[in-house]
């Protein structure tokens, strides 16, 4: 019935139709629906039912445990704060998700606003990006980001980092990393903190007040500020691996984020050589910091494992770094690419204090450098061969 309805209306939205205009909003509505049923008309193509919008979908199925888990972990905090213990699973549910669906409204609503409006005017289809940035944004950013600073940073992002270039595909630097980054670094207060990170009000008479006095500071803050209590406990590690720690909403576990890869690499969405090396990056800059320690990083701060665990190091390693369009295309290169993100996400994180997470600087850093690196693979590889052919005359 779907179907039937929308070759009924079709009609209406093609060239000389009375809502041409919209034409790029009813493509794109359509093909997120259904599989387009163009075809090429000219030249040589293999065509299978995997296009760019199914691509994003999978994305998008692989951050639901994060999304789900962040639902709970946002609800654990808050109620934890405030010294709440008799509440349901459900109940937990709903207070997270009460407290992230504004977020995801606004972020997709901003975004999808402005890429609707850019295709009109270039008479283009409507990409389909955004379907993965605008559920990435909210998963990387505090839980108590007011929702204009979303927007504006969504709107900064999506037009001076995608769009000005030529819209999906053609961005130099990943767009949600983008708007992270220019909420740190235009709002630091509501980026950082004791608080920034713990859901502070009841929502719907579910949870409550956070006291005045809580310190719902992260690991990565608390060891900043010299201090290593939290390291210190039974069982802390395996509980950074499950995530029930203060962080950014989507961040914190990172069990739920290797199920994400998991689905990414059996679908053959993302890159393993990308993955694997930013964790052996990761592995072998934490060594080099525990061997060689100094005043800024003492010894025995953090263990390397305790580094993949801890902050957003596994979220940008399976779900950042990997992003096809930043990322490095060359297998040696994606190797590299991969590798030098992890070495300089913990090289920042263990020796600048003022800022204890690495990884979103990482990944921006080596999206500039990718083209770099795919440029002396590619020119390594023909001067090989040339210097094969030579040896072969």
């Given at each position: 019935?779907?179907?039937?309805?929308?070759?009924?209306?079709?009609?209406?939205?093609?060239?000389?139709?009375?809502?041409?205009?919209?034409?790029?909003?009813?493509?794109?509505?359509?093909?997120f629906?259904?599989?387009?049923?163009?075809?090429?008309?000219?030249?040589?193509?293999?065509?299978d039912?995997?296009?760019?919008?199914?691509v994003?979908?999978?994305?998008?199925?692989?951050?639901?445990?994060?999304?789900?888990?962040?639902?709970?972990?946002?609800?654990?905090?808050?109620?934890?704060a405030c010294?709440?213990?008799?509440y349901?699973?459900?109940?937990?549910?709903?207070?997270?998700?009460?407290?992230?669906?504004?977020?995801?409204?606004?972020?997709?609503?901003?975004?999808?606003?402005i890429?609707?409006?850019?295709?009109q005017?270039?008479?283009?289809e409507?990409?389909?990006?955004?379907?993965?940035?605008?559920?990435?944004?909210?998963?990387?950013?505090?839980?108590?980001?007011p929702?204009?600073m979303?927007?504006?940073?969504?709107?900064?992002?999506?037009?001076?980092?995608?769009?000005?270039?030529?819209?999906?595909?053609?961005?130099?630097?990943n767009?949600?990393?983008?708007?992270?980054a220019?909420?740190?670094?235009a709002?630091?207060a509501?980026?950082?903190g004791?608080?920034?990170?713990i859901?502070?009000?009841?929502?719907?008479?579910?949870?409550?007040?956070?006291?005045?006095?809580?310190?719902g500071?992260?690991?990565l803050?608390?060891?900043?500020?010299?201090?290593?209590?939290?390291?210190?406990?039974?069982?802390?590690?395996?509980?950074?691996f499950?995530?029930?720690?203060?962080?950014?909403?989507?961040?914190?576990?990172?069990?739920?984020?290797?199920?994400g890869?998991?689905?990414?690499?059996?679908?053959g969405?993302?890159?393993?050589?990308?993955?694997l090396?930013?964790?052996?990056?990761?592995?072998?800059?934490?060594?080099?910091?525990?061997?060689?320690?100094?005043?800024?990083?003492?010894?025995?701060?953090?263990?390397?494992i305790?580094?993949?665990?801890?902050?957003?190091?596994?979220?940008?390693?399976?779900f950042?770094?990997?992003?096809?369009?930043?990322?490095?295309?060359?297998g040696i290169?994606?190797?590299?690419?991969?590798?030098?993100?992890?070495?300089i996400?913990?090289?920042?994180?263990?020796?600048?204090?003022?800022?204890?997470e690495g990884?979103?600087?990482?990944?921006?850093?080596?999206?500039?450098?990718?083209?770099?690196?795919?440029?002396c693979?590619?020119?390594?590889?023909?001067?090989?061969?040339?210097?094969?052919?030579?040896?072969?005359?």
């Amino acid at each position: 019935m779907l179907r039937k309805y929308l070759d009924k209306i079709k009609p209406n939205f093609e060239p000389g139709g009375k809502l041409q205009a919209f034409r790029s909003v009813f493509d794109g509505f359509e093909t997120f629906l259904y599989t387009p049923r163009s075809t090429s008309a000219s030249g040589v193509h293999v065509h299978d039912s995997i296009d760019s919008k199914r691509v994003m979908i999978i994305v998008v199925l692989a951050l639901m445990p994060c999304l789900f888990f962040g639902m709970y972990n946002t609800a654990y905090q808050n109620f934890t704060a405030c010294g709440i213990t008799d509440y349901t699973f459900w109940q937990a549910m709903a207070y997270g998700f009460l407290a992230i669906l504004p977020r995801i409204v606004v972020t997709y609503a901003v975004g999808l606003g402005i890429e609707f409006i850019v295709a009109q005017w270039r008479g283009e289809e409507i990409q389909e990006g955004f379907l993965v940035t605008g559920i990435l944004v909210p998963l990387i950013c505090p839980i108590t980001t007011p929702l204009w600073m979303l927007a504006v940073a969504t709107a900064f992002s999506v037009i001076f980092v995608k769009e000005v270039f030529g819209g999906t595909g053609f961005n130099i630097f990943n767009v949600a990393l983008v708007t992270r980054a220019f909420l740190f670094f235009a709002y630091p207060a509501s980026m950082s903190g004791d608080k920034a990170f713990i859901a502070s009000e009841p929502i719907c008479g579910l949870g409550g007040y956070v006291p005045d006095g809580f310190s719902g500071a992260t690991p990565l803050g608390m060891i900043a500020n010299g201090s290593t209590e939290f390291l210190s406990q039974a069982g802390s590690t395996w509980q950074a691996f499950l995530g029930l720690i203060p962080g950014s909403f989507g961040e914190t576990s990172t069990l739920c984020i290797l199920i994400g890869a998991a689905l990414l690499l059996l679908t053959g969405i993302a890159s393993w050589r990308i993955m694997l090396s930013v964790f052996i990056g990761g592995l072998v800059m934490g060594w080099i910091a525990n061997t060689f320690p100094s005043d800024l990083y003492p010894a025995s701060t953090m263990s390397p494992i305790d580094q993949l665990v801890y902050g957003g190091f596994a979220f940008a390693a399976v779900f950042m770094a990997t992003d096809p369009v930043t990322a490095a295309r060359t297998g040696i290169g994606k190797y590299i690419y991969g590798f030098l993100v992890g070495v300089i996400a913990i090289l920042i994180r263990v020796y600048n204090n003022g800022y204890p997470e690495g990884a979103m600087l990482a990944v921006l850093l080596m999206n500039a450098l990718a083209p770099l690196i795919d440029y002396c693979v590619v020119q390594a590889n023909i001067n090989r061969r040339m210097r094969r052919a030579r040896s072969m005359d």
